[in-house]
Each structure stands twice: as C-alpha cells, then as structure tokens.
C-alpha cells in the first residue's frame, strides 16, 4: 500500500523560505509522477508543482514559478523515497495546506494531465503553510 506523509510546513514571514518533504513507501517508484497541491481555507485545492518520479521536472503554476523548486530525493536503495518543494520568497497568498500526491501514470501528452487533481491515486496527509505578513 502506497503512503505518503509531508513534513516542513510551519510559521514564516514573508519573504522567507520553507523546505517541504513527502516521504513515500509501499512499492517500487520507478514510473509516473508526484505533484504538490495546495488548499487555502474556501478554496478549491490548487496545483503547485510536479515531478516525474524520475526526476525530470513536468511544470509549475505560474504562481509560483521562480519561487518554488521541486525536486527527488537521490538516495538509493532505501525503503522511503522522498520529493522536495524547496518554497523562497514567500509570500501571504501562498497560505495554504500542502499535499503531495502520486500517480503510477507515465503520460506523455503533456503537462496539464499532471496539475488536475483527478489525475492522482495516492495523496498524503497535508501540511500547513502559513506565512504572516
């Protein structure tokens, strides 16, 4: 059973940086994609970034572009892989919850299958974000 579990969310000012991490188990992530998404409080849940599971990056929202990098974990031969959001330059509209989530799809048709959420079998607990003003 494939899980996922984010970490690094908190407190920050604006203008500040925050690491996110998304620990997945339960098999074998040699094909398709993480994505990070994000839901502030009487909002709909909002791509953020994706990732194949190879490390080659797919997108970001405009939003965040220049910002926010994600990234794969590289260690080897171990029982969890992890995926980064590395998150500068915050700012009060990037308040949110942040989930990761994966897919076993590889899909080469282009990058807005990966930032719709309905594309995703597997999604994690969530974060929180917050950044004060």
């Known amino acids: 059973q494939v899980q996922l579990v984010e970490s690094g969310g908190g407190l920050v000012q604006t203008g500040g940086s925050l690491r996110l991490s998304c620990a997945a188990s339960?098999?074998?992530?040699?094909?398709?994609?993480v994505g990070w998404f994000r839901q502030a409080p009487g909002k709909e849940r909002e791509f953020v970034a994706a990732?194949?599971?190879?490390?080659?990056?797919?997108?970001?929202?405009?939003s965040v572009k220049g910002r926010f990098t994600i990234s794969r974990g590289t260690a080897k031969n171990t029982v969890t892989v992890s995926v980064y959001l590395q998150m500068n330059s915050l700012k009060p509209d990037d308040t949110a919850v942040y989930y990761c989530?994966?897919?076993?799809?590889?899909?080469?048709?282009?990058?807005?299958?990966?930032?719709?959420?309905?594309?995703?079998?597997?999604w994690g607990q969530g974060t929180q974000v917050t950044v004060s003003s």
């Open positions: 339960g098999r074998t992530f040699d094909h398709g994609a």
């Open positions: 989530a994966t897919t076993l799809m590889t899909y080469q048709g282009g990058t807005n299958y990966y930032a719709s959420t309905s594309s995703y079998d597997y």
């Open positions: 990732i194949y599971w190879s490390g080659v990056t797919i997108d970001y929202a405009d």
